[in-house]
């Protein structure tokens, strides 16, 4: 955990050691660490036709999980970026959330990442956060997936205190409700910019 956030400056208030707890208790001992060499492409393609970092601007990525894990690796190493882990989660084998593909992924980048340069602000959200349930496994699941509240983000008056002036904001497919009311907030202030359906972008130049 202290590798991930190492370099989050004064967004670090909403870095969340809420998966790495959860990664510490998980019930399956035996979830294998893989060795992987590179980043898979989408996360080589989204990093690398995003603009060059600003200090005024903030960044807020919502992707899926291991996809997220994986283009905060490209932030730090193409620029020295620390995104802040803004995930709520609580992982859990039996849940929607079940972390197989975060929880491995959190310990084997952590070893990688290269040192901060604290040139920008960036925060990601997990946006499995509020994936659909299939109707037959309803039953069979626990239900551990959250909604996005007023703690899990910084205040206007807070990025204010940053010297923050835009916002940039990208999701992986349609916008979820709870990070469009929050980009509608921060709108009443801030020059806000937010892009959906990198997954059909990312698609179209494989």
Known sequence: MRAWRRGSGPLEPWFRATPFAAANHYRDRALPIPHVATAPPAAIRLVSGLPAPARRTLWVFDLPGSLGLWVGWELRRRWGLTPVLAWNGWYDPRGILDGREEIPLLCM??????????RGGVILFDSHRSRAIPESARANVLDNRYALN???APSLEQLGAMGIERVRAWSWREAAEDLRAYLDYLGGRLVVRHRTGLAREVAAHA
């Open 150 to 152: 007023e703690e899990d």
């Open 109 to 118: 980048l952590a070893r990688r990442l290269r040192s901060p340069s604290g």
